[in-house]
């Protein structure tokens, strides 16, 4: 596997081309900037990657401008590292100084930017993080004034939602490879271990085939179906009769798949068995939907359609797929009223779930790009029958 895998990191041209598209976006919302402080936006536009994020402590600053080149606004241990990316302007302080923790140095960044709008693009939105105290973002909004904070979130969406190739590549690595890992964990699984054990096999398995990390992989069993797909894994022993999904968030170079996985343990029962076909149906029916031109509601009523033809009691998940990309749910979700129209360079989750029997759910994911023509399955199809685990 490692064979194959895309090159790691992006070319200069890359982040040139992102700055450019971001430019561009920032005149038709008139903004002057857009100033960025979460780990997934400050590796976006600059390439700055470090496990260092896990720590809370210090803040990170990246301003983008309308005009000129990007400003990172860093603690001083970063400096060195910021150096190594394309960005040359780094202004550097001794952090953590919580009384000033970066504060000054980037109010008066901020109020040095050339101006033609006023309004700076901050990370305000649904799905948005503002990675630094409250209180000093409120005394940066009163320090730059007349300059105003606005929400950059429609400038972000835009910028992040349509993947270049080189990032479809590695989301599509990530789907193989975990893809690969769950057609090989059958041989792993038996009844008396637990939803942990099970998990934990899993995730060696896609380490062992060259994933970088698995920090999402939750497993669930119950007898005939589960009953969420938010918890575990837990201590549960795994009986006969069980059915278990594992629903994995892999990553290979900052980039995630999103998909799950249903195994049988024992012969599942005939409404198990019509649930899985129907689930499996309908994701069929998404990816089919999945065009340029047609919308998140569009893929969310035809999956809709066949789970509801089949006698489904019901989804409190709230929607049926989602972007995907540097985390593992982005913007936007497959729901009716989201309209999102989609776009080629678009990766998408197809998530269709359904409640057949109280306190019973089954639920199905794969992984797409869109096309100019339609779509593009990354991940390898499930089979249409549940695997069973004797």
């Given amino acids: 596997m490692n064979d194959t895998a895309p090159a790691r990191g992006f070319p200069r041209a890359e982040y040139e081309a992102r700055a450019e598209r971001a430019r561009a976006l920032m005149t038709a919302h008139e903004l002057d900037a857009l100033f960025v ?44 590292v910021m150096a190594q990316t394309w ?45 630094m105290p409250a209180a000093d973002f409120l005394r940066i909004s009163e320090t730059i004034a007349p300059q105003a904070f ?57 380490l062992r085939r060259g994933a970088d990390n698995s920090p999402y992989m939750m497993g669930v069993a119950g007898q005939g179906g589960y009953d969420n797909i938010i918890m575990g894994p837990t201590q549960k022993i795994i009986d006969k ?47 089919d939907a999945a065009r340029p031109g047609a919308t998140t509601t569009d893929l969310w009523r035809a999956m809709a359609a066949v789970l509801e033809k089949a006698g489904s009691l019901g989804n409190n998940v709230g929607r049926m797929g989602h972007g995907l990309g540097m985390q593992l749910t982005e913007w936007p979700s497959n729901r009716p009223g989201d309209d999102t129209p989609l776009v080629p360079g678009m990766v998408m989750t197809i998530e269709p779930g359904m409640e057949f029997a109280p306190g019973r759910m089954m639920v199905h994911e794969e992984n797409i790009a869109i096309t100019e023509d339609g779509s593009e399955l990354l991940t390898i199809r499930a089979a249409k029958e549940m695997p069973v685990v004797e």
Avoid at 69 to 80: C, D, H, K, N, Y
Wanted: one cysteine or more; hydrophobic letters at 40%; a negative charge.
């Fill in 37 to 80: 402080t979460s780990e997934q936006h400050v590796r976006y536009f600059t390439g700055f990657d470090s496990q260092f994020w896990a720590s809370p402590t210090r803040p990170w600053f990246v301003i983008v401008p309308r005009e000129g080149e990007l400003i990172a606004v860093i603690p001083e241990i970063g400096g060195q």
């Fill in 150 to 206: 606005v929400d950059g979130t429609p400038v972000l969406r835009a910028l992040r939602g349509v993947k270049s190739p080189a990032e479809i590549d590695k989301v599509r690595h990530a789907c193989q490879l975990t893809s690969e890992a769950f057609l090989a964990l059958p041989e792993k699984l038996h009844v008396g271990m637990t939803e942990w054990e099970a998990c934990r096999d899993m995730r060696v398995e896609v």
């Fill in 241 to 287: 009769g069980d059915i278990l999904i594992i629903d994995t968030g892999t990553t290979f170079d900052g980039y995630f798949c999103d998909f799950d996985r249903n195994f049988a343990f024992g012969e599942p029962d005939d409404a198990a068995k019509r649930a899985h076909e129907t689930v499996w149906n309908a994701t069929q029916a998404g990816i």
């Fill in 87 to 131: 960005v040359t302007d780094i202004r550097t302080w001794p952090a953590p100084v919580p009384e000033d923790d970066g504060v000054t140095l980037l109010a008066d960044v901020l109020s040095s930017l050339p101006r033609r709008f006023g309004r700076i693009g901050a990370e305000m939105g649904p799905e948005m993080v503002l990675r």
